[in-house]
């Protein structure tokens, strides 16, 4: 019967049914068939796996993130960085990468910084002469970045999961999120050289003062809600509330790019992403609650105890095995299915959940940009009025270069624990 249910799941999730509905389905049937358990316990266990404060800073944060899409603050972070760096060779395509990272320290969303970024930067670099195939695949690339440089939702929920500090998670995945952005950096280096690709406009001192004029509003924004956190000033969900008053009052108040009649647009935009969130979240544990019920945790550990000996085969067949996931299955539900199987591995590898948290969030990142489910590529088909195959394939060399930085991330830890060592001493 299990098997059947497993079957009936992959089938529905290859006909495109929603994953939230998929994963709660097979939870029903599950529950139902083959623990055999009332199914009036379901509304319970999908209660309690939403019914933690740490949800707040989630929902906070995707409303942050919706303020300052819809307002000019992105725009005027993206001008920074062009006028800083747009008139070196390569420069501009160094300021689209700076300006995916440094919006993604923002709004802590993919998503939102492939929209927020890439409807700026795509034009301005083939306007100014790259490659339309290099400029769509660096900014939806470095879009993904996302959700991998504090402050993100994934690592959030992952810390909910696995019952790790969210301060060091954040810590954790400074690191990693540097690292990738400095090897985009040096690729597009590289190819202006090669192809040539010149400054788009001259130095202007004036032109710089002006433009960190206009947007110190949102470069101090990380500084206040980053800095906060790692100075314990505040926790987490308070950062992600002070995240949105601060988008709030810069846009209405400073920036009046918004008004107060564009605020319902907002609202309803953020509770649509964060109601199927909240949902996707619900029905993931109540599969998870039904697998640690069964115990299929520990067997599945004994399992692979048998078969893995060594710590390195672990993580490639992990890195493997998450690759595959990320092109079918979203990121949430990967963390909160997955995490409780693979906790007891960890331990016995002695694989700090940090760390494997983010190998995770990288191997998704990659999956933000392969098919069939690779939210990014519809974003950034929608930006240029591509085909998605187009953008697909514009991403290429980038994934090759996502698969090489994540190979240093799993097998060299420092790159994500140093920084979260000698912070927390």
Aim: proline fraction near 5%; charge should be positive; glycine fraction near 8%.
């Amino acid at each position: 019967m299990s098997a059947l249910i497993v079957i009936v799941m992959f089938l529905l999730l290859f006909c495109g049914v929603p994953i939230a509905v998929v994963v709660g389905l097979t939870a029903i049937l599950l529950i139902k068939f083959v623990a055999q358990i009332p199914l009036l316990a379901l509304p319970q266990v999908m209660f309690s796996g939403i019914d933690t404060t740490l949800l707040l800073a989630v929902l906070f944060f995707i409303f942050a993130g919706n303020i300052m899409s819809e307002g000019v603050l992105a725009k005027r972070l993206v001008n920074v960085g062009k006028t800083l760096l747009g008139w070196q060779r390569g420069g501009l395509a160094v300021a689209g990468v700076l300006a995916c990272m440094f919006f993604a320290a923002i709004s802590g969303s993919s998503t939102a910084t492939v929209i927020a970024v890439g409807g700026i930067m795509i034009p301005a670099l083939t306007k100014s002469g790259y490659h339309q195939n290099f400029s769509t695949g660096l900014i939806t690339s470095a879009g993904s970045l996302g959700i991998l440089i504090p402050p993100s939702v994934p690592m959030i929920i992952w810390a909910l999961v696995m019952n790790v500090s969210i301060t060091k998670q954040f810590i954790a995945g400074v690191g990693p999120g540097i690292l990738i952005g400095a090897i985009f950096i040096g690729y597009s280096y590289y190819l202006a050289r090669v192809n040539g690709w010149k400054g788009s406009s001259k130095f202007s001192s004036k032109e710089v003062f002006q433009a960190l004029k206009q947007g110190i509003w949102g470069l101090s924004l990380p500084v206040i809600v980053l800095g906060g956190i790692y100075a314990g000033v505040f926790t987490p969900t308070e950062a992600s509330a002070v995240a949105v008053v601060y988008a709030l009052v810069i846009e209405l108040f400073i920036h009046r790019s918004l008004t107060f009649q564009d605020l319902p647009k907002v609202i309803l935009n953020s509770v649509l992403v964060g109601s199927a969130l909240i949902f996707i979240i619900s029905t993931a544990s109540t599969l998870s609650w039904y697998l640690s019920f069964m115990q299929v945790p520990v067997h599945a550990a004994e399992f692979m105890a048998e078969v893995i000996q060594q710590r390195w085969i672990f993580l490639i067949i992990c890195n493997i095995f998450l690759l595959f996931l990320g092109c079918f299955v979203d990121l949430v539900s990967a963390m909160l299915i997955l995490g409780p199987i693979l906790l007891p591995m960890l331990v016995k590898f002695n694989i700090d959940p940090l760390h494997f948290g983010i190998i995770m969030i990288v191997n998704c990142e990659i999956g933000f940009l392969t098919p069939p489910l690779g939210l990014n590529l519809f974003v950034a088909s929608a930006i240029t009025k591509t085909n998605l195959v187009s953008v697909a394939r514009s991403t290429v060399p980038f994934l090759l270069l996502m698969i090489f930085a994540l190979l240093l991330i799993t097998y060299y830890p420092p790159i994500s624990m140093k920084l979260t060592e000698i912070i927390a001493h």
